[in-house]
């Protein structure tokens, strides 16, 4: 594949997790709604990387270090919503003995979280020649 064949392949896996992550919020589904979100995020980012580096996307699900690679320079802000949002890879996916994230997953939460992966989502877009 070539680069752009790699930066729209992302772009387009990335639209289906978002996609994705509507459909199981709409379905009360919020844990595994956050962690489509997170995909979202992270495929945003590895079209941006691969657009930068003209390699092939790094491995790996740590936001901010894709982000790094990627050459975006984030706010503080920015940065604490990737490092939270890359909690969600583990957090949805791995035992919690005390359903912990998942009492703390209830529809607002969620509905706030999704709006900020949104808005950062169109902000990575904006980033991205095509």
């Excluded at 709604?33 to 790094?58: C, N």
């Excluded at 920015?78 to 529809?107: G, H, I, M």
Aim: hydrophobic residues 35%; charged residues 30%.
């Amino acid at each position: 594949m070539t680069p752009q064949e790699m930066v729209d392949y992302w772009l387009i896996t990335a639209d289906h997790s978002w996609k994705t992550a509507q459909d199981l919020f709409e379905k009360r589904d919020y844990v595994d709604s956050l962690f489509h979100g997170h995909l979202y995020l992270e495929k945003l980012l590895k079209a941006r990387a691969v657009q930068y580096t003209q390699k092939d996307a790094p491995w790996g699900h740590k936001l901010n270090k894709l982000a790094e690679v990627a050459n975006i320079t984030l706010t503080s802000e920015q940065s604490a919503l990737l490092e939270r949002v890359t909690e969600y890879n583990t957090k949805t996916r791995y035992p919690d003995w005390k359903f912990e994230f998942r009492k703390k997953c209830n529809k607002k939460f969620c509905q706030t979280e999704l709006g900020e992966i949104q808005s950062f989502g169109k902000w990575i877009r904006k980033q991205i020649k095509r």
